[in-house]
T-cell receptor, first 111, second 116 residues
Framework: ELKVEQNPLFLSMQEGKNYTIYCNYS?????LYWYRQDPGKSLESLFV?????AVKQEGRLMASLDTKARLSTLHITAAVHDLSATYFC???????????FGKGTSLLVTP | GAVVSQHPSRVICKSGTSVKIECRSL??????MFWYRQFPKQSLMLMAT?????????EQGVEKDKFLINHASLTLSTLTVTSAHPEDSSFYIC????????????FGQGTRLTVV
């Protein structure tokens, strides 16, 4: 069974600070996704990581993937309030496109 | 990017009644769609895989007779919650993969079901 562990689960950070969210998974996978979810809303796709060493950046967010360590990180640079949301990593099983989600990181950025 | 449309976005129903939720891929064909359930402040849990032209496959612990899935066309999957009870109240989200360079998994807007 593919397990996905995400930490921290809760993160309160000041505007302007940097922080990293970690996502570990238990078995081999060739696809890792990061999503953002605002309260009451569905998922917004942030990044799709498909290969070892993949690094993608969009604005203040940067995601990376180390398939050997089975680890992905989501790095937040100079946080702003608009980044407050819940962030999920999800890993696809090698047999298809069903996703196994981490528990999510609830991020609150304060002034 | 590809769009997955889910309807309705919110529904309130009485205990014992049935509710149908639709998931459509608007600009691509999806032979497979996925249904997830999310309880408040929890993560998404896969309920079932919807397969066009064949029976859905359900995750362990999900009652197939309660959560009826029909994937009648390449762009539409429906989830019917039968004989709904308050414990079925949840956020239901469908997903469809889109083949391509990024092998994206696109999500519908979600359906907030409240059973009273």
């Amino acid at each position: 069974e593919l397990k996905v562990e995400q930490n921290p689960l809760f993160l309160s950070m000041q505007e302007g600070k940097n922080y990293t969210i970690y996502c570990n998974y238990s078995t081999t996978s060739d696809r890792l996704y990061w999503y953002r979810q605002d309260p009451g809303k569905s998922l917004e796709s942030l990044f799709v990581l498909l290969s070892n060493g993949a690094v993608k950046q969009e604005g203040r967010l940067m995601a990376s993937l180390d398939t050997k360590a089975r680890l992905s990180t989501l790095h937040i640079t100079a946080a702003v309030h608009d980044l407050s949301a819940t962030y999920f990593c999800a890993v696809a099983s090698n047999s298809g496109y069903a996703l196994n989600f981490g528990k999510g990181t609830s991020l609150l950025v304060t002034p | 990017g590809a769009v997955v449309s889910q309807h309705p976005s919110r529904v309130i129903c009485k205990s014992g009644t049935s509710v149908k939720i639709e998931c459509r891929s608007l600009d691509f064909q999806a032979t497979t769609m996925f249904w997830y359930r999310q309880f408040p402040k929890q993560s998404l849990m896969l309920m079932a895989t919807s397969n066009e032209g064949s029976k859905a496959t359900y995750e362990q612990g999900v009652e197939k007779d309660k959560f009826l899935i029909n994937h009648a066309s390449l762009t539409l999957s429906t989830l019917t919650v039968t004989s709904a009870h308050p414990e079925d109240s949840s956020f239901y989200i469908c997903s469809a993969p889109a083949w391509g360079p990024n092998t994206e998994a696109f999500f519908g807007q979600g359906t907030r079901l409240t059973v009273v």
